[in-house]
Each structure stands twice: as structure tokens, then as C-alpha cells.
């Protein structure tokens, strides 16, 4: 049964409670009506699309954010943080999906990051710290070294040290900010058990993820926001995915699946024996026009690497890569553009992005030399080219000379999306193309990826979740330590199968 707005679940006070919450950034309201009611030793998925308020909300509830209205209580005592540090003081830790490790220092300095442990109260004392952070980690079962450096990590390794740094702090309260979205299925696992540790412990956990069947496994309770304001609560056994889903985007939508049919058109692209020592080795693999082609593999399989190489942002040691039936060399992310081959990268705002620039000079970044003549650019044909783009993916935009990082991330995905189509792309490879986006901009994108297959192109997808690839790919090859291990038709296998040949 749903549980009533503002209706307190259990007789005592709930761990948080969070009610009418409302805030407007220059006259434009963002959150109308914040609720949400955390208990102790819970598991509190809040939902919603990319817009809906959630980061608001969470944003004001951290003391990042001061509220225009609306009360806030922990433990029943009516409060408001007018910083991080006083939330975080008072036992509320967030896990936030804008990783920021400080690169240059170890794994133990940024999980003790502000809480050194120092001898004679002065120096900090560093063996003291590793094996502090070693018994966490060891603890958690995070395979990351201590000592190592952040700028050596992945970017799921870099997710898995600031879950560890967050849930050391031992607070009451832990937000989780799509906590899984750089981090595989076999990482998600340990941190699920993590999750139940604290659970156990009477910890209460509001997380927000896009992933659904996620908030299935982990939650017990839910919130839905939608439009900046709450919509419903409830308990995650009393609802099912079509009715979360309907919450969420405010009406029904119709799955998307590629249809898998053995293709017999044209191979577009074609690598034999690609390696580059201690990342992948001798992959071979083909993408035919009208393929959509899913790489899967745990964290650390060695896709992303691969994927780099045949755009040329880095270079092989060896191996054949043969585009119509010619052999060429790729060394750079001109040469692939060159060859009609665009990619989306895996981490939008690091290395797709350029936050601070307007969605207008984002899209045409790629395409200027088409938009320019004697150095100088055609700002015409870039806004035209803008605006024809923004149309096409249905970008959620105020002007489109608005800076990119003021978009949700659903409509930043969008804009990768937009500017890799300005290049007229036969090829497109796809790094986590869905990766922290809500489920309308999921459908969207996946929506676009078959329409670009069926007019003759092909996609190279690397996800790491299991039902995208089965529901958005005609074959999928699987990774495993660097090696692909096999290749198959999606319509011959199963999730199981994939967990099995990838672990």
C-alpha cells in the first residue's frame, strides 16, 4: 500500500524528514515541494527524472543550498545546515556522482581527507592512514591499493574510494548520488553488501540511481519527484517497474528493443588481432551496417581501452584494423573523424564536455571546419547547425547559448549525442552512452542509436548493464582480463550468461 504524503511510516521519529521544501535560482523555481521521510536501518531510493529537483533537494539538505521554505528534522529536532560541514557534523555524508578526488594524493590521503591521523597533533602520520585505509578497503572488498595515486585509478576505482571515504565518516545519514554509475556489475555487488552492513548497523540510506532494477534489489521505500515537486511514496514491494516508471515520466512508455537479425550487409569496420600491451589483446571483432554491436565486461575487462584505441586516443601494438575492406591507420581522433567514426566518451563532463562553453559551441566543436572559412567561423551556419540539433535530440535548453554544465544530465548526454552526428558518422562508439541519465533520456537515446543502425550505420556499445545490451544490441562480444572470450547473438543468450562468461 503507498504511503500518504507527509505520513510518518512508523510510531517513532523518523531518522530524516524533509517537507515542503521550495527553491528558485533568479526567479526560475526549481523544487516546489521537497519531501521525503528516512528511517533508521532503510534503504530510500528517491526518483525521478533528470530535472525533476532531486539535486536540489539533496543539494539543500547536505547545506549546499539554503531553502526558500520548508523544514527539515534528524532524529525529530527540527534543524537546517548552513554548510556541509555542519551536516556532515551533525551525521549526514553524501556520495555525490561528481566524483572530485584531489589526483595528485594517495587513496588513504583522500579517504582521511580533512581527518589526518597526525603525531604529536602536528604531522601528519601517513603509515598510520595506509593501514587505516587498508583495513576499510579490505573491509568493503574494494580491490584499490592504498597507496596508489587517484590520477592512476579508473573511474570506477575512483567511484569505489569515495564510497569508502563516505561511509568511514560513520554517519547516520548516507546519501548515495548514483553510486554504481562508473562501477560494474561485480563492484555493485560488493557495494550492495556493503549497503546491507550499514543497514544492519541502523543506518538510513537515500539513494538515488537511474538504474532501475537496482532500486528493485537494494530499496525497501521510494519518493518519487517529477516536475520539482514530490509525487508519491511508498514501499518498493507494492509497486512494479511499469508503475515506478509511469510515476517517473508522467505517462506510459513503450520498451525499445533492436530487432536481432542476422545481418548480411556490408562490414564497415573489421579489427584482427588488436592488442596493446597490458590493456586487451588480440580482439577480433566486425561491425556490419545496420549492427548495433554491445562490448560487455566487468570493471577493469579492458572495453573502454579498446574502444579508445580504435578512435585513436590511443595506439595499438599491434593488429589490423580494416574499414571497407582496406586496411588503415587510426592514430589520432582526427583520423577517425576522417573515416567517419565519432565517439561518445564514458565520462561526459571530463572528457566529452566543455562545461563552462554554450551548448552552441559544444554541438559544433567537431564540425568547424565545415562552419568556417579562412579561420573565420560562420556563426550563421553554427547556430543553425545548434538549433537543427537541439531540435533533433529535443535538448531541454533555455537559449542555446546557455553554458552546457546548467543542463541536467540527461540533456548534456544529448548534447554529445548532437555533436557527434554534425560529423556524418557511418561508425559510432558509444562509452556508457546511458550512463547517469534518467529513463526518458535512456529511451530516447536508445531510440536514436537503433534509428542511426537502420539507416545503414553501425554502433559499437560498451554498457555495463546487462539489460541494455540485451534489449539494445543485435550481437554482443564479452571481455574478460583484457580478452574477448566470446561472441553471440543476443536472442541466443541470457543475463546469466552474460554474469558467466564476464566473471
Known amino acids: 500500500m503507498n504511503v500518504a504524503k507527509h505520513e510518518v511510516m512508523s510510531g517513532s521519529d523518523p531518522l530524516l524528514k524533509a517537507e515542503g521544501i521550495k527553491k528558485s535560482y533568479g526567479g526560475v523555481l526549481a523544487l516546489h515541494d521537497g519531501c521525503i521521510e528516512l528511517g533508521a536501518g532503510t534503504v530510500h531510493a528517491l526518483c525521478g527524472s533528470n530535472g ?3 539535486s536540489t533537494f539533496l543539494n539543500i539538505l547536505m547545506g549546499l543550498e539554503a531553502p526558500d521554505s520548508g523544514r527539515i528534522w534528524l532524529s ?21 556522482q561528481e566524483l572530485s578526488p584531489v589526483p595528485d594524493m594517495t587513496v588513504a590521503e583522500n579517504i582521511f581527507l580533512g581527518r589526518e591521523s597526525r603525531r604529536a597533533g602536528w604531522f601528519v602520520n601517513q603509515t598510520v592512514m595506509r593501514c587505516k585505509a587498508a583495513e576499510l578497503l579490505e573491509r568493503l572488498n574494494f580491490a584499490v591499493d592504498p597507496r596508489a595515486k587517484m ?3 579508473s573511474l570506477g576505482q575512483i567511484q569505489l574510494v569515495e564510497i569508502a571515504k563516505a561511509i568511514d565518516q560513520r ?7 548514483e553510486p554504481t554509475s562508473a562501477i560494474g556489475e561485480k563492484e555493485t555487488a560488493i557495494l550492495f553488501d556493503a549497503i546491507r552492513q550499514l543497514k544492519s548497523a541502523g543506518v538510513g540510506i537515500i539513494y538515488v540511481s537511474h538504474r532501475l532494477s537496482e532500486l528493485f534489489s537494494i530499496a525497501d521505500e521510494y519518493t518519487v519527484f517529477r516536475d520539482g515537486g514530490f509525487i508519491r511514496t511508498g514501499l518498493m514491494k507494492d509497486i512494479d517497474r511499469d508503475e515506478l516508471i509511469r510515476l517517473i515520466v508522467g505517462g506510459r512508455l513503450i520498451d525499445q528493443q533492436c530487432a536481432a537479425t542476422e545481418s548480411e550487409k556490408a562490414t564497415l569496420l573489421e579489427v584482427q588481432g588488436y592488442s596493446r600491451a597490458g590493456e586487451f589483446e588480440d580482439i577480433n571483432l566486425s561491425l556490419k551496417s545496420g549492427e548495433i554491436v554491445g562490448l560487455y565486461g566487468l570493471m577493469g575487462a579492458g572495453r573502454s581501452e579498446f574502444a579508445s584505441s580504435l578512435y585513436g586516443i590511443s595506439r595499438r601494438n599491434r593488429g589490423r584494423l580494416v574499414m571497407d575492406g582496406v586496411e588503415v591507420e587510426i592514430n589520432s581522433p582526427g583520423d577517425a573523424l576522417k573515416f567517419r567514426i565519432a565517439m561518445i566518451t564514458e565520462d561526459r563532463k571530463a572528457s566529452g564536455l566543455f562545461l563552462s562553453q554554450s551548448i552552441r559551441k559544444n554541438i559544433s566543436l567537431t564540425s568547424l571546419s565545415s562552419l568556417s572559412r579562412w579561420s573565420f567561423i560562420n556563426e550563421r551556419k553554427e547556430q543553425a547547425v545548434a538549433e537543427r540539433m537541439i531540435e533533433r535530440f529535443h535538448i531541454k535548453v533555455r537559449t542555446r547559448d546557455q553554458p552546457v554544465r546548467q543542463l541536467s544530465g540527461g540533456n548534456q548526454q544529448k548534447v554529445l549525442f548532437a555533436r557527434s552526428l554534425t560529423t556524418s558518422p557511418r561508425i559510432l562508439i558509444c562509452d556508457e552512452p546511458t550512463r547517469g541519465i534518467d529513463e526518458g533520456a535512456k529511451r530516447e537515446i536508445h531510440a536514436f542509436l537503433a534509428e542511426f543502425a537502420a539507416q545503414g550505420n553501425a554502433v559499437l556499445m560498451i554498457s555495463s548493464e546487462v539489460q541494455e545490451i540485451l534489449a539494445s544490441c543485435n550481437r554482443v562480444v564479452v571481455f574478460r582480463h583484457g580478452r574477448q572470450v566470446t561472441e553471440s547473438p543476443v536472442t541466443r543468450i541470457t543475463p546469466e550468461h552474460l554474469l558467466h562468461w564476464a566473471s
Open 52 to 54: 525533476a529537483g532531486k
Open 76 to 96: 525529530g529536532t527540527e534543524t537546517r545546515f548552513a554548510s556541509p560541514a555542519s551536516a556532515l557534523a551533525a551525521g549526514i555524508a553524501i556520495i555525490t
Open 151 to 153: 590520477r592512476r585509478l
Open 171 to 177: 554517519s547516520s545519514v548516507l546519501i548515495m548520488d
